[in-house]
């Protein structure tokens, strides 16, 4: 029968737009208070437009900490799934203190900020 991988491929397909927009509600509940998607950065955060392969640290308007600075190379997926896990542990002395424990939680906002081209 092939009914079984089309609906396996229906399940996936309505997943991951689900988990972006898991991720759309994460990230206005706990990261737009310092990080903007759209414009230019605020005082509190670099904004974060385009971020999932942008070079570490790379806004011109934001002043970032030596730690991010000195870290080298882009966020791919991986690398911002381990700094969300723990900020210091991945950048010690990151002006940036904010964690997000769940799994779950870190993938969708990944999945959300991937949209954010
Ligand atoms: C209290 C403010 C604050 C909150 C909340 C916050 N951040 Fe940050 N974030 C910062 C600051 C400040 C920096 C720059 C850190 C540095 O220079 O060391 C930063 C840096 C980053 C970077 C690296 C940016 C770059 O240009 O290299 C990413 C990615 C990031 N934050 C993602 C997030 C996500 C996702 C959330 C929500 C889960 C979040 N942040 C919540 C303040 C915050």
Same mark, same amino acid.
């Given at each position: 029968? =092939?009914? #079984?991988?089309?609906? /396996?491929?229906?399940?996936? &397909?309505?997943?991951?737009?689900?988990?972006?927009?898991?991720? @759309?509600?994460?990230?206005?509940?706990?990261?737009?208070?310092?990080?903007?998607?759209?414009?230019?950065?605020?005082?509190?955060?670099?904004?974060?437009?385009?971020?999932?392969?942008?070079?570490? =640290?790379? #806004?011109?308007?934001? /002043?970032?900490?030596?730690? &991010?600075?000195?870290?080298?190379?882009?966020?791919?997926?991986? @690398?911002?799934?381990?700094?969300?896990?723990?900020?210091?542990?991945?950048?010690?002395?990151?002006?940036?203190?904010?964690?997000?424990?769940?799994?779950?939680?870190?993938?969708?906002?990944?999945?959300?900020? #991937?949209?954010?081209?």
């Amino acid at each position: 029968m =092939a009914v #079984r991988p089309i609906l /396996v491929l229906l399940l996936l &397909l309505a997943v991951r737009p689900a988990l972006a927009a898991d991720g @759309r509600t994460l990230f206005a509940d706990q990261c737009a208070s310092c990080h903007s998607l759209a414009g230019a950065s605020g005082p509190d955060g670099p904004s974060l437009k385009g971020i999932v392969w942008r070079k570490v =640290a790379a #806004r011109s308007d934001f /002043v970032y900490s030596g730690a &991010l600075k000195s870290l080298g190379g882009s966020w791919s997926p991986s @690398r911002l799934d381990e700094f969300l896990k723990d900020t210091q542990g991945f950048a010690p002395g990151t002006g940036m203190n904010f964690v997000v424990d769940s799994p779950q939680d870190r993938a969708a906002l990944i999945a959300y900020l #991937r949209t954010a081209r």
